[in-house]
């Protein structure tokens, strides 16, 4: 497919990034067909501080612009310097895959002549490229919104079906990972299980913190594992919550390692455990083997991609709802037991046969 003539010459792009973890690993396959039809433009990304760290090493990716909000770019001064900034840049194109109208104004106010976004949330007016978004029966999967807008726009062929997305680290990372997995007492041939129990979108999204350690018992006994508990810093008392609850000891990493370190801790795992959340996203992109616990969600859309996944899910009425509290009993989460996650998880152990070496 030839891009059409508006897009001929086109030398440097500005992307906007997504502002959650798991959004911005869905959206790298956008971001990879978009390198794919520019292969010799500059692609740059304007992204927050919180997901800037997954694009490091990343082919499709020139360089990045942090968008700080809470410091230099701060009110109405900071705004204006981010805009100066990227006024000097004098992009040819802004493919802009967050949704929110402050993504169009920053790019209609950076002078940007192609402006290519889906015409949410008021900003219509403000692109160029305005693409009426498709209906999730259209795309189906989150990771097919992010190809559509740029299939719709004209900039790529017709997508075709993604059934996984890759992330992949340094030779210094995985040595980092090394030597930090060493610190921690779990080096040498150690099954590891990493839990990542948190989930910023909001406690409806949260699998139950006592089953979280009922379960890390029973994988501990079963596989004579060990536990890795993962999170934010926010999510530390969570993780110490799940510890208390334990008959055995786990470690726990919550709120110690930047993205890039918890991408090479969870690397050194086996197998892990998680809500859906962005470290889902994070270890199915590694290839580590994932069993997924939903509840207010739905899998079919932002569920986890890749062979070596599995989903835990019981059919209620009431979800998916998308909430971010439960307003009734939780009972989406609640008739998850112990016993059905830890089958899950042997059974896809036993399915990819992993073992102490791998």
């Known amino acids: 497919m030839a891009a ?13 990034a997504t502002n959650w973890v798991g959004d911005a690993v869905m959206s790298l396959p956008a971001l990879e067909a978009l390198r794919a ?3 010799r433009a500059e692609i740059v990304l304007l992204s927050k501080s919180s997901v800037s760290e997954l694009y490091w090493y990343h082919p499709a990716v020139n360089r990045q612009i942090i968008y700080k909000p809470a410091s230099e770019h701060r009110g109405p001064r900071g705004f204006a310097r981010l805009i100066r900034e990227l006024r000097a840049e004098r992009f040819d194109v802004a493919v802009l895959f967050q949704n929110a109208f402050q993504a169009a104004w920053i790019a209609w106010r950076a002078r940007i002549p192609l402006r290519i976004g889906y015409a949410t949330d008021g900003r219509g007016a403000l692109l160029h490229e305005a693409v009426e978004p498709p209906l ?12 559509q807008l740029l299939f ?6 017709k997508p075709q079906p993604v059934e996984e997305i890759r ?10 990972a090394e030597k930090k997995i060493e610190g921690l007492g779990l080096s040498g041939p150690r099954f590891i299980v990493g839990m990542a129990p948190g989930a910023a979108f909001g406690p409806a999204k949260r699998w139950p913190f006592e089953r979280f350690a009922g379960l890390a018992d029973r994988l501990i006994g079963a596989l004579n594992a060990d536990v890795l508990i993962f999170g934010s810093a926010a999510e530390r008392p969570l993780a110490e919550d799940i510890a208390s609850a334990m008959k055995h000891t786990p470690v726990i990493s919550a709120g110690e390692t930047s993205l890039r370190q918890l991408l090479a801790l969870m690397a050194r795992c ?8 962005g470290p889902m996203h994070l270890a199915a992109a590694l290839g580590v083997p994932l069993v997924a616990i939903f509840g207010s969600t739905d899998e079919r ?7 070596r996944v599995r989903v835990v899910k019981r059919e209620v009425a009431c979800s998916p709802c998308g909430l971010r509290e439960c307003p009734i009993d939780f009972r989406c989460m609640n008739e998850i037991s112990v016993e059905e996650a830890f089958q899950a998880t042997l059974e896809l152990v036993k399915r990819w046969n992993i073992t102490h070496e791998l």
Request: proline share 7%.
């Open 167 to 176: 992330l992949r680290l340094s030779e210094s990372e995985g040595a980092w």
């Open 4 to 16: 059409p003539a508006r897009f001929a010459n086109v030398q440097r792009i500005l992307v906007r």
């Open 37 to 39: 039809r520019f292969p």
């Open 270 to 277: 086996q197998l892990m455990v998680t809500n859906d959340s």
């Open 152 to 157: 719709r726009a004209g900039l790529t062929a």
């Open 136 to 147: 999730p029966a259209a795309y189906g999967h989150q990771v097919n919104y992010y190809l």
């Open 301 to 307: 859309a932002t569920g986890p991609l890749g062979k």
